[in-house]
């Protein structure tokens, strides 16, 4: 904890140095027990973000290579996803996939909280696509709560090809936790689709993003 501590605040006191972002609703999150963190996905910047922002710790799942990665930058980088509980996956696999979903379980079951984008992937075109059903899964089988995040303006910080990040000025808005009936797994596809659908519409509320009623897709299968 000491360490997440000093980790997140460097890196806190850095973005607010260089983008002097605007926070609202940090008072959302909960002080103690299990919590699942929504939000919308708009740059490889994201979870850095929200991590960074967040009051507690958020496990997101990251690239592998954010690991492994040599020289100073890599050192950096490891020490802030590992400081704050960043679960390493390899490219290609798919962050919904079921064992995934298990390894999130795992973690609220253990009282933490954890970050899940519920359209899968980052949007390229700004628009807020159909939310994926493992968000919802996981509200209903634990009853967590679900803080839905709007990022406004993340895009900017680190544009889709390019590697250095540029400070820009951007919005985090956090919303009011979202209360679901905890059913366990046994629960219908219908419930979980209208969970997600609510959540989905919350997130729509704090970014204000025009919406789709489509799955977004990755790059590899455009």
Request: with cysteine.
């Amino acid at each position: 904890m000491e360490m997440f501590e000093t980790v997140r605040w460097t890196t806190r006191s850095l973005i607010a140095g260089t983008c002097r972002p605007t926070v609202v609703g940090i008072d959302n999150v909960p002080t103690d027990g299990p919590f699942i963190v929504a939000p919308n996905h708009l740059s490889f910047f994201d979870s850095v973000i929200v991590q960074a922002l967040m009051p507690r710790p958020v496990a997101f799942f990251a690239k592998a290579e954010y690991f492994t990665t040599g020289g100073i930058k890599g050192k950096v980088m490891k020490a802030f996803f590992e400081s704050v509980g960043s679960i390493p996956v390899e490219r290609g696999e798919q962050a919904a996939s079921v064992q995934a979903l298990k390894t999130l379980l795992d973690i609220l079951e253990s009282g933490r909280g954890i970050g899940i984008y519920p359209e899968g992937t980052r949007s390229r075109d700004g628009i807020l696509y159909r939310g994926r059903t493992g968000v919802g899964w996981l509200a209903l089988t634990t009853g967590a709560p679900v803080i839905p995040v709007g990022l406004i303006g993340t895009e900017n910080l680190q544009r889709a090809g390019e590697k250095g990040v540029k400070p820009q000025h951007f919005t985090m808005k956090v919303g009011e936790p979202l209360y679901f009936d905890k059913t366990g797994p046994d629960h219908s596809l219908p419930a979980r689709r209208e969970v997600t659908d609510r959540i989905m519409d919350a997130i729509a509320g704090l970014s204000g993003q025009e919406r789709s009623t489509s799955y977004n897709q990755s790059k590899a299968a455009e």
